[in-house]
């Protein structure tokens, strides 16, 4: 069972940034894509970015330039940058394989973007 421990949300300013980190309980070396989501209230869980095991990266058209996903598998850590925050992007943050699975859905962390 794949457990994955979201931290490193906060409050921040808009046009601020926060580092977000995903550690998983099994090496990363066994899983070939992870992704970043995010969820709104009162809306399903979206894709923010996944990067494949050989380091392909993928963005949503909403976060491109502006947020950097990247994993170290040895660490068992998978980390979101994100810049240039928008109050747009307040939501709770999340980290799975791509595509998710259910059962790996961890608590999340709670990312706010206000003045």
């Known amino acids: 069972q794949v457990q994955l421990v979201e931290s490193g949300g906060g409050l921040v300013q808009p046009g601020g940034s926060l580092r977000l980190s995903c550690a998983a309980s099994?090496?990363?070396?066994?899983?070939?894509?992870m992704g970043w989501y995010r969820q709104f209230p009162g809306n399903e869980r979206e894709l923010v970015a996944y990067?494949?095991?050989?380091?392909?990266?993928n963005y949503a058209d909403s976060v491109k330039g502006r947020f950097a996903i990247s994993r170290q598998n040895a660490k068992k850590l998978v980390f979101l940058q994100m810049s240039t925050l928008r109050p747009e992007d307040t939501a709770v943050y999340y980290c799975?394989?791509?595509?998710?699975?259910?059962?790996?859905w961890g608590q999340g962390t709670q990312v706010t973007v206000s003045a």
């Open positions: 799975n394989v791509y595509p998710p699975r259910r059962e790996y």
């Open positions: 099994v090496s990363l070396y066994s899983i070939t894509n």
């Open positions: 990067i494949t095991g050989d380091g392909f990266t």
